[in-house]
């Protein structure tokens, strides 16, 4: 593993009145190593959860909830077809909002298919999208997972630029609260 490179200052981002998000915890962690075992989505989820979830009025129920969601998260990058780069995984938070942001790399086709489903996401059929997406035969794919966390857990995504051939997603979950 190496090291983290970026200072672990508060979020800033060029978004008019978007409020300042502390942040919490960072991993970095090479594609190569986190893409060597299925398991390891497990691990980090579980991991980053209960780091983050201590403060929380209730720390298992929240725990579990964003554990669920990160993993999630955490298996659309793991389907990356990039073999070289990083994956990395920043955690911040402002209130009741947790807010991930998952850098890893991909390929040009990559990059246009989250673009096109983060914008889907925020489309106003979502809910339709999403019960026609489980509704059928076909195993989960990346999409639904996307659509899963906007309907479950409330998150709003968006897809930021990110160096050289990576991607940056950007989740936002208010999950404090949030009722299973």
């Not at 978007?18 to 915890?25: D, K, L, Q, S």
């Not at 398991?39 to 669920?68: E, G, P, W």
């Not at 794919?141 to 899963?148: A, G, H, I, K, N």
Request: charged share 25%; glycine share 4%; proline share 4%.
């Amino acid at each position: 593993m190496e090291q983290v490179r970026m200072p672990m200052g508060t979020v800033h981002h060029d978004l008019a009145g978007e409020p300042t998000f502390e942040p919490m915890i960072q991993i970095d962690i090479e594609i190569k190593a986190f893409v060597s075992a299925w398991k390891h989505c497990d691990y980090v989820s579980t991991y980053m959860a209960r780091m983050i979830s201590q403060n929380r009025s209730d720390s298992v129920h929240h725990s579990n909830l964003f554990s669920s969601a990160f993993n999630e998260l955490l298996e659309v990058a793991f389907r990356t077809r990039h073999a070289d780069g990083e994956l990395a995984c920043r955690v911040s938070r402002h209130g009741a909002t947790d807010r991930i942001e998952l850098t890893f790399p991909c390929v040009p086709e990559e990059r246009q298919f989250y673009e096109q489903a983060v914008s889907l996401v925020a489309g106003s059929e979502v809910q339709e999208r999403y019960l026609n997406s489980v509704s059928g035969d076909l195993a989960p794919s990346r999409e639904v997972v996307l659509l899963e966390l906007a309907i479950d857990y409330n998150a709003t995504l968006r897809v930021e630029e990110a160096d050289g051939d990576a991607i940056k997603l950007v989740v936002d979950l208010p999950l404090e609260g949030l009722q299973n």
